[in-house]
């Protein structure tokens, strides 16, 4: 067993069998949760030197780590004790490090993968692309021309 995943509130624990693990609702999954709220294919937990990561699948109701959302195309480490969200159903990820092989620091998250989907101007706030149209050609004006009306129309 490689850990396991325990109700926050109380229930039985799931252990985690296998270094690779889909969780949903359907029958295939290696961890099904029958909820109405879970989805068919929700997530993919699994184990990267010797640290479990989760992944979410395209699901409807997400996933969380420690109360943060989890984008779709990025994974996030699990550390012993956060608790992982699946919907609205907690569970307190328990497993040692050491015990998956664990050397040196952890492992890094995909924050790269998130960086790269946007332009440096656009994480500096600082795109003018969405703004064009907003703009007003005031060397087009006379004195006292611009008014309320002149600010809606585009260049």
């Known amino acids: 067993m490689y850990g396991e995943l325990v109700p926050v509130g109380g229930g039985d624990p799931i252990p985690l069998t296998k270094k690779s693990l889909r969780m949903g609702r ?86 790269a993968d998130y960086f790269m989907r946007q332009s440096l101007l656009e994480r500096a706030g600082l795109d003018r692309r969405k703004d064009a149209d907003k703009r007003i050609n005031v060397l087009n004006l006379k004195p006292g021309q611009l008014d309320d009306r002149d600010r809606n129309k585009p260049v």
């Open 26 to 111: 359907r029958e295939n999954c290696d961890i099904v949760l029958r909820f109405a709220n879970i989805s068919a294919n929700h997530c993919l937990l699994s184990v990267d030197e010797g640290y479990w990561f989760v992944r979410d699948l395209g699901s409807r109701n997400g996933i969380k780590v420690n109360g943060n959302r989890i984008r779709g195309d990025s994974r996030k480490r699990l550390d012993p004790g956060d608790v992982l969200s699946i919907a609205k159903h907690d569970y307190e990820v328990k497993y040692a490090p050491i015990d998956l092989g664990a050397v040196g620091p952890p492992p890094a998250e995909d924050k």
